[in-house]
């Protein structure tokens, strides 16, 4: 009988070193700061900064990895019965069978592992998330739109984190979808008349509502030129108050009309209205976005 193949002791002496060197880096890190703030007395400073990092952490992690399994498995769940008959699909077929007894652990540490990256990326917005809870108003607004001031400092910054996170999440889940699907035959290399109704249907969904963040993002954008700055002027100007901020707002609504068609695009058979779609969004981003400016 052959023997398996023995780790070599100096790989794994290797790992444990660099993972003992990532520990002690984070523990002694962690002991510094506590200290620090202990010896000036404001621990609770502390405390409340590494609760809300962990907040954010589990929360947008938790989150992430429930996106990212279900677009995983309901693309699973709605694979097609394919008899294998090209070459591409041989090979598909063999690469099945390969993956099926790590299946459940990929489609489990999958989702975890994005989770994580996800998860320690929103835990270094603390700040954000602490300025939004605690926000109080100026009492001043601004003339262009009319909202206090506070929105600008405490409000959208937060509005532009949770719509990063929403664009990475959804693009993660398209992403992850999408290669479920090609793997298991829902996509396939014929063209659209080789989709699946499912896998249809699972990209016409996701599409509507990274087309539904666009939206949010057109109108946020609009606030965002009242703070940009430059060498010479920092706010809106002429062009911005003229041209840009109607064309995103016009843009918003353009996105929200694309996001109702890739919803239509559900229960309605055929793949125009999607291409309809994302012409009208690219079309209307050149033109009121970069041209008419």
Not at 35 to 55: C, G, I, K, M, Y
Not at 205 to 234: C, E, P, R
Request: with cysteine.
């Amino acid at each position: 009988m052959e023997q398996a193949p023995r780790r070599s002791p100096l790989a794994i002496t290797i790992f444990v070193l660099a993972a003992l060197f990532v520990v002690l880096t984070f523990i002694s890190g962690f002991w510094t700061d506590w200290q620090w703030f202990a010896s000036v007395d404001h621990t609770q400073v502390f405390n409340t900064r590494l609760e809300v990092q962990t907040l954010l952490c589990v929360t947008v992690g938790l989150t992430t990895a429930i996106i990212v399994w279900l677009a995983a498995r309901l693309a699973y769940r709605g694979r097609p019965i394919i008899v294998a008959t090209t070459p591409e699909t041989l090979i598909l077929e063999r690469f099945r069978e390969n993956l099926e007894p790590v299946r459940k652990v990929l489609f489990t540490l999958g989702p975890i592992f994005f989770g994580g990256l996800i998860g320690l990326s929103a835990a270094s917005q603390w700040r954000t998330f602490l300025m939004w809870k605690n926000s109080t108003p100026f009492g001043t607004t601004d003339p262009q739109f009319g909202r206090d001031i506070s929105f600008y400092v405490f409000q959208l910054p937060f509005l532009k984190f949770m719509l990063g996170f929403g664009f990475t999440v959804v693009i993660v889940a398209i992403m992850v979808n999408v290669s479920v699907h090609y793997v298991y035959g829902g996509f396939r290399s014929t063209g659209i008349q080789g989709t699946s109704r499912s896998a249809r249907s699972h990209l016409m969904f996701l599409l509507g509502v990274l087309a539904l963040l666009k939206a949010a993002a057109y109108s946020i954008d609009k606030y965002s030129l009242a703070t940009k700055s430059d060498s010479l002027m920092t706010g809106l100007r002429y062009t911005d108050v003229h041209a840009l901020v109607p064309a995103k707002t016009i843009l918003a609504y353009i996105a929200l009309a694309t996001a109702l068609l890739f919803f239509i695009s559900l229960v309605r058979p055929g793949w125009s209205l999607p291409f309809i779609a994302f012409g009208a969004m690219l079309g209307a981003s050149f033109l009121l976005g970069g041209l008419y400016p």
